[in-house]
């Protein structure tokens, strides 16, 4: 495959229905149209690791599996990583989490991000309510938009943009699937200094 000098690359690891992940990608690619970004769901599953694994929590450990996309973002010179799995998440100080990425170390680093989502959470199902495939794919997209845009150099926002913290499901829907004028300003600026 080759790897564009644009191309976020999709990572799922283990089992994520195919359906979803040509759902990401034509939903990241709406969304960074205005840079003409492209997504390619890479076809090789990265499998977890048990070392990933907290027995006692039985959640997988955000920091980890990011450190691991970081290593194949670094050997594989992708240009962004977004890894998804069906698998819950913590971090040090938070019971779980949707996501975890990595920022730019500088806005002039082409080669600095790796971003994870955990899909888990953002079923229905989850929660014990009915099914509700639209609103889960619209969570899925909002949450790999929104690490993404960590790994633009986008920090939280308390405008009504993608790029609020959420701190439960509840604030995931009501967020925008889109970023404010003021993150949009900032990531035009991000592109055109790479
Ligand atoms: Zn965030
Ligand atoms: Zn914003």
């Known amino acids: 495959m080759e790897i564009g000098k644009t191309k976020i690359i999709i990572q799922p690891i283990e089992e994520i229905q195919e359906n979803l992940l040509r759902f990401l990608k034509e939903g990241l690619e709406g969304i960074f149209s205005f840079d003409n970004l492209k997504a390619e769901v890479w076809e090789k599953i990265l499998s977890l690791r048990d070392s990933e694994y907290n027995r006692s929590r039985g959640q ?14 670094y050997i594989k010179k992708t240009y962004r990583i977004l890894g998804v799995m069906d698998k819950d998440l913590y971090s040090r100080n938070l019971n779980f989490i949707f996501g975890i990425a990595t920022s730019p170390r500088s806005l002039s680093s082409k080669r600095s991000g790796a ?25 899925v997209l909002k ?14 926002c308390n405008n009504y943009c993608i790029m609020t913290f959420s701190n439960h499901l509840g604030e995931t829907d009501e967020k925008p699937l889109e970023f404010c004028k003021s993150c949009s300003k900032k990531l035009k600026t991000y592109f055109q200094n790479i």
């Open 115 to 139: 971003a994870l989502i955990s899909i888990t959470r953002l079923r229905q199902e989850f929660y014990r309510k009915p099914k509700n495939k639209i609103l889960f794919q619209k969570r």
């Open 143 to 156: 949450e790999g938009v929104h690490e993404l845009g960590h790994t633009f150099g986008l920090g939280h």
């Open 60 to 73: 997988y450990k955000g920091s980890k599996v990011l450190e691991r996309l970081l290593n194949l973002h």
